[in-house]
Each structure stands twice: as C-alpha cells, then as structure tokens.
C-alpha cells in the first residue's frame, strides 16, 4: 500500500474525530489554542493507538484466514464506511467539556474503526509504525483544525466531512478487493 493510499485512509478515519472537533469548536464559548491542542492529542493518540492493536490482533490470526484476506479488508473497510455515512445523518448534543472523563469515552468511540483497519493492515502486511503514526498526525491535524472550523462556522460541514470520509473508505475497500481479483 503507498503513502497516497495511506493518507486517504488516514484522513477517511480522522473524519469521525473531525466532525467532533468541530461540535467541541462550536460549543466552546471561547476559544484557545490549548482547546485545539487537547482535542487533537486525544484525537490523534487513539486513532494512531488503535490500528497498532487491530494490526496485532490481525497479525496473529492472518495465517488462519489469508485465502480470503481481501473480502475480509473489503468488508471492513465498506461496512465502516457506510456506518459514517449514516452517523452523518444523525444529531449530536453539543458539550463543551474538555475533561479525560468526557474526551476518552469520544476519542475511544471515533477511533474503533481505526481498530478495523488495523486488522486489515495486518493482511495487507503495512508496516503497521509508519501507518499508524500518519493516521495519528492526520487525525491530530484536523481535529485541531475542526475546533477552530466548529468555532467559526458551526455545523456547516459535520455532515459532509463525515460522509466524504465514508466514501473514501469504501473505494479503497473496493479498489483492494478489485486489486486482489486481478481486475485492477
């Protein structure tokens, strides 16, 4: 997998966390730099966090199931994809607090799909290291960068970061699954 592919997944993942941030941005009545900081690291540690344990978790059993790896790497990538999409469609509170008791249960729930994905590195043998930190920078980028949007345009485009990151996931799911077929 090259370094395109991995930065569409990475940003495909950090939607999620993007679509937070900008609630977070949004509720703050003021906003600082520190604000942006703490949601990215939040952010950006788990996401970079839970594909080195999906990876661990695929690695382990990659010899039980490599004949059907890609339909494996397919279905994850597409089912996680659609669930953004849906996600897209629904309502969140709004909640301004910043607090380990508030952020981890958040930073947890955005980065499970990441999990996914690393069982799916796993099978496609990425070097799990350099992957998982671009996810965890990209993710910290755009969290950050989501408090300041959320902040100065509300949620204008929670829904679309949110749809488009399902979108992209799903092509890359399609485009292995292709890739393994020889279509591609």
Known sequence: MGFAELLLIAVGLSMDAFAVSVCK????????????VLVGLYFGGFQ?????IGWALGYRFMRVIESVDHWIAFGLLTVIGLSMIREARQKEELNDDLSFKAMLPLAVA???DALAVG???AFLQVRILPAASLIGVTTFLLSALGVYIGHLFGLKYKAKAEITGGVILILIGVKILLEHLGVL
């Open 48 to 52: 970079a966090l839970m594909p080195v």
């Open 119 to 121: 069982v799916t590195f």
């Open 25 to 36: 941005g949004l509720s703050l009545k003021k906003l600082e730099a520190r604000h942006a």
């Open 110 to 112: 955005t980065s499970i």
